[in-house]
């Protein structure tokens, strides 16, 4: 265990490196001079000069990386040029707004995905395994915009049960939080419970005609411990790889679902970044996001090898 974590660790330090030289690379291709959005109207060219050199915009490309991958390296990620604010407070307030919701859909998807997967599998071709796969066809087909609108639709404007947008931080009162939240992440884990339907039912169904399922049964052991302890374990060791990349995904690719339900997120944050040319936040939300997504990839290993021993050595 301590040789795979080794040889990871080593594996991460030069991704994230690379990581961020494409960060900052592909960001001097966005249009526009954030000099002259801050400049403002007037446009003086004093000003804009002050501007360049106050945040080294007039320096290349390659010393700006220089500066920046400095301050990285000692928790400074800049300043917003929008807001007048460290890049890393900015972070603070807004990682963990998406981490909640992702958290939470995260949760909604394996409490759907997985059950269903598993029966599924193990009444094939009935109705339930038909129903199962409808679910999945559902979920994977539905656009999030509309589901989100049909649900803000029914939930908060015909039955009044949930607020239609808005965010509540947990430490304040944890049940609005909780309303607050409750749709926008059944929107987002509605998708990955249709994945991990379709592939919890594919890995069961690969288990249950394997040799050692079929040597339990024979023994006499009952049809409910035959699937949760000798099947499910085995089948599941996949999808836990999955769901932590999904998790990784939602923290980056919950920009839409954060706009309908107006969530002040890491979505709505670097949406309103690149359209200010806010350079900083840019660099920073998406450094962030590359940093939890390879690290959650990396506890999926983790996992893998301590769910199923027989990958340990």
């Known amino acids: 265990m301590l040789n795979f974590l080794a040889r990871r660790l080593t594996q991460i330090v030069p991704t994230l490196f690379f990581v961020s030289v494409l960060i900052f690379s592909l960001q001097q291709l966005l249009p526009g001079d954030p000099a002259l959005v801050m400049a403002g109207e007037e446009r003086d060219p004093a000003v804009i000069e002050q501007i360049r050199h106050q945040y080294r915009l007039d320096q290349p490309v390659p010393v700006q990386y220089a500066y920046w991958i400095k301050g990285v390296l000692s928790g400074d990620f800049g300043e917003s040029l929008r807001n007048k604010m460290p890049v890393r407070e900015l972070i603070a307030q807004k990682l963990p707004v ?85 749709m926008p992440a059944f929107v987002l884990g509605n998708a990955i419970a249709a994945v991990l339907m379709r592939h919890t039912r594919s890995a069961m169904l690969q288990v249950l005609e394997s040799d050692y399922v079929r040597t339990a049964r024979a023994k006499g052991l009952l049809e409910r411990s035959v699937i949760l302890k000798h099947a499910m374990r085995n089948a599941l060791t996949p999808v836990i790889t999955l769901g932590a990349l999904e998790l990784g995904t939602l923290l980056s690719g919950a920009v839409l679902t954060e706009q309908i339900f107006s969530i002040p997120g890491f979505g709505k944050l670097i949406v309103d970044a690149v359209f200010n040319r806010d350079y900083a936040v840019v660099q920073g939300v998406v450094l962030v996001t590359a940093t939890i997504y390879i690290t959650l990839n990396l506890v999926a290993d983790i996992a893998y090898i301590l769910v199923n021993p027989r990958l340990r050595g």
Not at 129 to 136: I, K, Q, S, V
Not at 147 to 167: C, D, K, Q
């Open 98 to 182: 998406t981490l909640q919701l992702g958290g939470m859909a995260i949760v909604i998807a394996f409490l759907i995905g997985i059950p269903a997967g598993i029966v599924a599998a193990v009444k094939k071709g009935s109705a339930w395994d038909y129903g199962a796969n409808l679910f999945a066809l559902w979920g994977i087909s539905t656009p999030n915009f509309w589901l989100g609108i049909m649900l803000i639709f029914l939930f908060s404007i015909e039955l009044g049960w949930l607020p239609a947008s808005g965010y509540v931080p947990l430490t304040e009162n944890w049940r609005a939080s909780l309303a607050a939240t409750i």
